[in-house]
C-alpha cells in the first residue's frame, strides 16, 4: 500500500494540468482541455488470474483501445461482513496500476449492484440474513451495509481519478437501475451523495440503462450523466434519439456494445456475427460516439460466482474479441481493423496466445469422506434451515434425517412450494435415489423403513443477478412432505469442500475398485504428473454427469457434460506445477463413468446441438 500513496503524492505534482469532462457545447468529452473520444473493452478481473491480467491488458492496447470498463464485485471484496479483502486476485488497485502503466484509461462501475452475469449480481449473499431486506432500494438494512462498502472502496479509488493523477476518468452510479422494479429515486439520491462524497465535484458520474424508456426513465438521475447499452440488434439512431431525450446535450455513448453473448446450461453457444460487430462499430464511432464493447474478454467464472437467471449461466467466454483464455480471434482482427479509421494503432505486434498443452489422460479413485467436509459437526433443527441462516452462502449443504415410518412401495416425496434451491441429491442408507431440481423437478419416489437415513445434499448453482427475484435464497427453503409425512428433526452439515481440498484431507481409496453407476454424489482424486510445463489446458470429463473441479486448490468451477455446450473447463497455466505433481479433484453429483478418467486437451470443446 505503500507504494500507491507514494505514486499519489507523485502524480499530484503534476495532477492540477489534468482534467476530463463533459463539453455540453460540442457534444463530446474533454480530456485536458480538447475533444475525446473513448474506446473501450470490459474486461473482468475477477474473472481472469492475476497473473494474466498484464497479458490481457496489453492485447486490449494493442488492439487499438484507449480504456477499459471494470465492474467491482462487492461480494469479491466482502464475502464476509465487515472483513475485505483486497489481496491477490482481488488487488483492485495493482489492476488499475497495470492498466496505467500500459496506457489504458478506466470506465470505474463500482455498483454497489453490478449483475455482470456475476453471483447475485455482485451484492453479498449475508445481506439475506434479513428477511425483509430490499435490495437496492432505501431501506436502511440495505443501505447501511452498502454504504459502508462504497466509503471502503470509493476511498481507494479518489486517488486513481484521472484528475488526481490516476487514470479514472468516469464512474457508474448502480447499474442499469431502470430495469429493477423498485424504481426507488432516494436510492439513487443517497448513492449520488455518497460519491460525491467521497470522488469530489470533478470525476464524471453517469448512469447505463437498457434501450427503452421505461428503464431511462428509472434509471436516470439529475446530475448522473445518462448512457445507453444496445447491441448488434438494434437501430443505433433510434437508440441514441432515445438517450438524447435523457441527454439533450452531451456526448453520445453506447456503455455496453455487445460483442457476443452469455451462455447457459443446455442452450446452444451464444455468438454473434464478427462482420455485424465491426460494422456497427464503425458507424458509432463515425458519429462521434463513445463506445464500450461488452465483453473484450469474458474470462472465467472459477469457483462458485457464476450468476443465474431460469437456469445457471455456467461460464463467460461471452464470444468476444478475446476468448475465454484471452487468445486474440478473428473478431479481434476485425475491431482493430475498425479502429485504425478513427485513432493511431500502437506500433509492435499483437502479443501472441499463451501456450498450450495436452497433458493426456488421468485416472481418478474413489475418496473416503469420513467427517473431513463438515469438521464442526452438524447444526440441528426441527425444520430444514437455508444456506443464508448458517452462513454457508456458497457451494454444499447436506440435510440428514431419518424415514418417519416404513414405506415398502414407491412414496412421493415432494417439495410443495418449489423449495429446493437449487438441486438436490438424495440418499437413503447410502444408496443413491435421485434428484429434484428448482422449478422442474419437484416430486421423487423413495422406498425404505423406518428408521433408515434419509441424506440430501443441496447445491446452490448461484443467486439469481438480475431481475426481481435477486434475494435469491438457497438451500431447502421449505418443508417436504413424504406421502402425508412433514420430514422433521434434520441435522444440517454445511460442508467446506474447498477447506478439503486446500488442505489434503481427501485422500483416495487406494483399492481402486469399482464404482457402480448411479452412485449420487461422491468425490475422486487422481494426480497429474509433472511435465517441466504449466501452460494453459482444458480439461475434458467425457462420461461425467455434473460436479465441480479442482486442481491443486483452485476450485476451476461446474462442468455439467450431459446438457452442455461447454465441454471443456479452462485451467490457466499458473494454477499447475511444472516440478511437482498437480492434485486432481474432481466431485461428481449424480454418476461418474466406470473408467473415471479425465482428459487435458490443448483447446477447449463445446457440445454440437
Not at 473513448?38 to 494474466?52: A, K, L, N, T
Not at 496506457?103 to 449480481?121: K, N, S, T
Not at 424415514?403 to 412421493?412: G, Q
Not at 509433472?530 to 491443486?552: C, I, M, P, R, Y
Request: glycine share 8%; proline share 6%.
Amino acid at each position: 500500500m505503500d507504494f500507491y500513496y507514494y505514486c499519489y503524492f507523485v502524480i499530484m505534482l503534476i495532477a492540477d494540468s489534468r482534467s476530463f469532462s463533459i463539453d455540453y457545447k460540442n457534444n463530446c468529452f474533454q480530456k485536458d482541455g480538447k475533444p475525446f473520444q473513448y474506446i473501450s473493452g470490459s474486461i473482468h478481473y475477477s474473472r481472469i488470474p492475476r497473473e494474466y491480467w498484464k497479458d490481457r491488458l496489453l492485447k486490449m492496447y494493442m488492439t487499438g483501445l484507449n480504456a477499459i470498463q471494470v465492474y467491482v464485485p462487492w461480494n469479491f471484496h466482502e464475502t464476509v461482513q465487515g472483513v475485505f479483502n483486497f489481496a491477490g486476485d482481488r488487488d483492485l488497485e495493482y489492476f488499475l496500476n497495470l492498466a496505467n502503466q500500459t496506457g489504458l484509461l478506466v470506465i470505474l462501475r463500482p455498483g454497489p449492484y453490478i449483475c455482470a452475469e456475476w453471483e447475485m449480481g455482485g451484492l453479498p449473499a449475508w445481506l439475506l440474513q434479513k428477511p425483509n431486506i430490499i435490495l437496492r432500494s432505501a431501506d436502511t438494512e440495505y443501505l447501511k451495509p452498502a454504504s459502508e462498502w462504497l466509503a471502503v472502496l470509493l476511498t481507494k479509488m479518489r486517488p486513481w481519478l484521472y484528475q488526481n493523477g490516476g487514470n479514472i476518468i468516469s464512474v457508474q452510479v448502480e447499474n442499469e437501475y431502470g430495469s429493477y422494479f423498485a424504481c426507488d429515486y432516494n436510492y439513487m439520491r443517497h448513492l449520488h451523495t455518497v460519491f460525491r462524497l467521497f470522488l469530489g465535484e470533478d470525476v464524471i458520474l453517469f448512469t447505463t440503462d437498457g434501450n427503452t424508456d421505461k428503464e431511462m426513465i428509472c434509471g436516470t438521475l439529475e446530475g448522473l450523466y445518462a448512457t445507453i447499452d444496445f447491441g448488434t440488434d438494434t437501430n443505433i439512431t433510434a437508440a441514441f434519439i432515445r438517450q438524447r431525450r435523457f441527454e439533450p446535450k452531451g456526448p453520445l455513448v453506447n456503455s455496453e456494445f455487445y460483442t457476443g453473448w452469455l451462455d447457459h446450461w443446455g442452450d446452444k453457444h451464444a455468438s454473434v456475427e464478427t462482420v455485424k460487430v465491426s460494422k456497427m462499430l464503425g458507424e458509432m464511432l463515425f458519429m462521434g460516439a463513445s463506445v464500450n464493447m461488452y465483453m473484450f474478454e469474458g474470462g472465467t467464472n472459477f469457483g462458485y460466482w457464476n450468476g443465474k437467471s431460469a437456469i445457471s449461466v455456467y461460464f463467460y467466454d461471452y464470444n468476444a474479441p478475446l476468448s475465454e483464455a484471452g487468445d486474440p480471434t478473428d473478431k479481434l482482427l476485425a475491431i482493430r481493423d475498425v479502429i485504425k479509421n478513427f485513432r493511431d494503432i500502437p506500433v509492435g505486434p499483437m502479443p501472441p496466445a499463451t501456450p498450450k498443452f495436452a497433458y493426456g489422460f488421468v485416472t481418478l479413485q474413489k475418496v473416503s469422506l469420513l467427517d473431513t467436509l463438515s469438521p464442526q459437526g452438524p447444526v440441528r433443527s426441527q425444520y430444514p434451515l437455508a444456506f443464508e441462516e448458517i452462513k454457508q452462502y456458497y457451494g454444499f449443504m447436506l440435510y440428514r434425517t431419518t424415514l418417519p415410518r416404513d414405506v415398502p412401495e414407491p412414496t412421493p416425496l415432494i417439495s410443495p412450494l418449489n423449495g429446493i434451491h437449487d438441486c438436490a441429491y438424495v440418499s437413503v442408507n447410502g444408496v443413491y435415489q435421485g434428484l429434484m431440481e428448482r422449478d422442474t423437478a419437484l416430486v421423487m419416489n423413495v422406498t425404505g423403513q423406518q428408521g433408515d437415513q434419509l441424506d440430501i445434499l443441496v447445491e446452490n448453482m448461484g443467486r439469481v443477478n438480475f431481475g426481481s427475484y435477486i434475494n435469491d435464497k438457497k438451500g431447502l427453503l421449505g418443508n417436504l412432505i413424504l406421502g402425508n409425512d412433514v420430514l422433521t428433526d434434520w441435522s444440517i452439515y454445511p460442508l467446506d469442500i474447498d477447506t478439503a481440498v486446500a488442505n489434503g484431507w481427501l485422500q483416495a481409496d487406494q483399492s481402486g475398485s469399482a464404482m457402480e453407476a448411479g452412485d449420487g454424489p461422491m468425490i475422486y482424486s487422481g494426480t497429474l504428473k509433472s511435465t517441466g510445463l504449466a501452460w494453459d489446458t482444458f480439461v475434458k470429463l467425457n462420461g461425467w454427469n455434473k460436479g465441480q473441479v479442482w486442481v491443486n486448490e483452485v476450485n476451476l468451477g461446474r462442468y455439467w457434460t450431459q446438457r452442455g455446450p461447454q465441454q471443456t473447463l479452462y485451467v490457466p497455466g499458473p494454477f499447475l506445477s511444472a516440478t511437482q505433481p498437480n492434485n486432481i479433484t474432481v466431485l461428481e453429483l449424480e454418476r461418474a463413468p466406470s473408467h473415471r478418467r479425465i482428459l487435458f486437451m490443448d483447446r477447449p470443446q463445446y457440445k454440437k446441438q
